[in-house]
T-cell receptor, first 108, second 113 residues
Framework: RKEVEQDPGPFNVPEGATVAFNCTYSNSASQSFFWYRQDCRKEPKLLMSVYSSGNEDGRFTAQLNRASQYISLLIRDSKLSDSATYLC?????????FGQGTRLTINP | DAGVTQSPTHLIKTRGQQVTLRCSPKSGHDTVSWYQQALGQGPQFIFQYYEEEERQRGNFPDRFSGHQFPNYSSELNVNALLLGDSALYLCASNGRASYNEQFFGPGTRLTVL
C-alpha cells in the first residue's frame, strides 16, 4: 500500500464546475500537509498548505482530518488555467512524500 | 532572486553508463533534496543533503549517490544505469525559514536507452 493514496483520475469537468480531490495517508507521524500543482512537463509548485482548521485561498479550499488521515482539496468556479496534475503531499522531517497525482482537465 | 536551477535539462545515456546531475539551490537555502519522478507517478524521495552530509535517504539503491558542496549546490550521481532509471530528476531546496516548503527546480529529464 502506498503511503499517500489519491485517485489518479483523469477528471474532465466543464469550466465553472466545482471539483473535489481526496487523499489518504497511512503514516500517523506525518507532520505537515500540502497540495502541489504540476503542469505538464514542469516542476511541482506549492498550491497551498493544509491545516486541520481548514484553509481557503480564493477559489481553493483545503481540509485535513488527522483522525481519519484524510486530506481534501475543493476547487470552485474552475478555470481553464486550473488544468494540471494535483499532488497530495505529506511531510516528515523535511522529507516530502507524494501521492500519484490526480490529473484535471477543465473543458471550455 | 534566482530560484532553484538544474543542469542539464535533458540527457540521453545508455545502460551501464554513469550520469551526474547538478543543482543550485534557491538563494538563502541550505538544504537540498533530490526526487525521482517516473512517468505518470508522483516524485519519490531519493535523499537529502544538509551541511555537506546526507541527512536522510529514501528507498534507492547505492547506485544513487550524491554530494553537497560548501556553496550548498549539489550533485546526484547514478552508476550502472538501468532502463528503469529513465525519469525526471527533481532537485528541491529549503532553508531554516521555510522548514517544510520546498522549492523545486525545473528538473533533468534522463532517458536511458
Amino acid at each position: 500500500r502506498k503511503e499517500v493514496e489519491q485517485d489518479p483520475g483523469p477528471f474532465n469537468v466543464p469550466e465553472g464546475a466545482t471539483v473535489a480531490f481526496n487523499c489518504t495517508y497511512s503514516n500517523s507521524a506525518s507532520q505537515s500537509f500540502f497540495w502541489y500543482r504540476q503542469d505538464c512537463r514542469k516542476e511541482p509548485k506549492l498550491l497551498m498548505s493544509v491545516y486541520s482548521s481548514g484553509n481557503e485561498d480564493g477559489r481553493f479550499t483545503a481540509q485535513l482530518n488527522r483522525a481519519s488521515q484524510y486530506i481534501s482539496l475543493l476547487i470552485r468556479d474552475s478555470k481553464l488555467s486550473d488544468s494540471a496534475t494535483y499532488l497530495c503531499v505529506v511531510s516528515r522531517a523535511q522529507k516530502l512524500v507524494f501521492g500519484q497525482g490526480t490529473r484535471l482537465t477543465i473543458n471550455p | 532572486d534566482a530560484g532553484v536551477t538544474q543542469s542539464p535539462t535533458h540527457l540521453i545515456k545508455t545502460r551501464g553508463q554513469q550520469v551526474t546531475l547538478r543543482c543550485s539551490p534557491k538563494s538563502g537555502h541550505d538544504t537540498v533534496s533530490w526526487y525521482q519522478q517516473a512517468l505518470g507517478q508522483g516524485p519519490q524521495f531519493i535523499f537529502q543533503y544538509y551541511e555537506e552530509e546526507e541527512r536522510q535517504r529514501g528507498n534507492f539503491p547505492d547506485r544513487f549517490s550524491g554530494h553537497q558542496f560548501p556553496n550548498y549546490s549539489s550533485e546526484l550521481n547514478v552508476n550502472a544505469l538501468l532502463l528503469g532509471d529513465s525519469a525526471l530528476y527533481l532537485c528541491a531546496s529549503n532553508g531554516r525559514a521555510s522548514y517544510n516548503e520546498q522549492f523545486f527546480g525545473p528538473g533533468t529529464r534522463l532517458t536511458v536507452l
